[in-house]
């Protein structure tokens, strides 16, 4: 599925993305705000799902080569976690809605999960 139909769906905000962004193939759909949980189950052409707005979140999307992270349930995220994904390349995008929403929607158009899909 493509960056922008998700982005469209979930009316997300565009806080970092190269000027591709739209074309960008997302694959599998992650949700955690615990970024242990992504170290151990993350993949490549992932969208992360998170509540945490840290930092943290950007830089473990970078480690499991995830394309983008949307951070959900927040009013608002730091500028260091826009400039950590500025520096790193990594979209990042932010919707003021629940995590179940953000999954549900996503399920329903049949992105992956990364944990129980066995083709990469």
Same mark, same amino acid.
């Given at each position: @599925? $493509?960056?922008?139909?998700?982005?469209? &769906?979930?009316?997300? $905000?565009?806080?970092?993305?190269?000027?591709?962004?739209e074309?960008?193939? =997302? $694959?599998?759909?992650?949700?955690?705000d615990?970024?242990?949980?992504?170290?151990?189950? +993350?993949?490549? %052409?992932? &969208?992360? =799902?998170? *509540?945490?707005?840290?930092?943290?979140?950007?830089?473990?999307?970078?480690? =499991? *080569?995830?394309?983008a992270? &949307?951070?959900?349930? %927040? !009013?608002?995220?730091?500028?260091?976690?826009? !400039?950590?994904?500025?520096?790193?390349?990594?979209?990042?995008?932010?919707?003021?809605?629940? @995590?179940? %929403?953000?999954c +549900?929607?996503?399920? %329903?158009?049949? &992105?992956?999960?990364?944990?129980?899909s !066995?083709?990469?």
């Amino acid at each position: @599925m $493509k960056l922008k139909k998700i982005c469209e &769906l979930l009316d997300c $905000k565009i806080l970092n993305a190269p000027k591709n962004y739209e074309e960008l193939e =997302i $694959k599998y759909a992650g949700a955690a705000d615990l970024m242990s949980d992504v170290l151990a189950f +993350g993949k490549p %052409k992932m &969208l992360l =799902i998170t *509540g945490l707005n840290s930092p943290q979140a950007v830089r473990t999307a970078s480690v =499991i *080569g995830a394309t983008a992270v &949307l951070i959900v349930r %927040k !009013e608002s995220i730091p500028e260091s976690t826009v !400039e950590l994904a500025k520096d790193l390349g990594i979209v990042l995008l932010h919707a003021n809605i629940p @995590m179940f %929403k953000a999954c +549900g929607e996503l399920y %329903k158009l049949g &992105l992956k999960d990364p944990i129980t899909s !066995e083709d990469t």
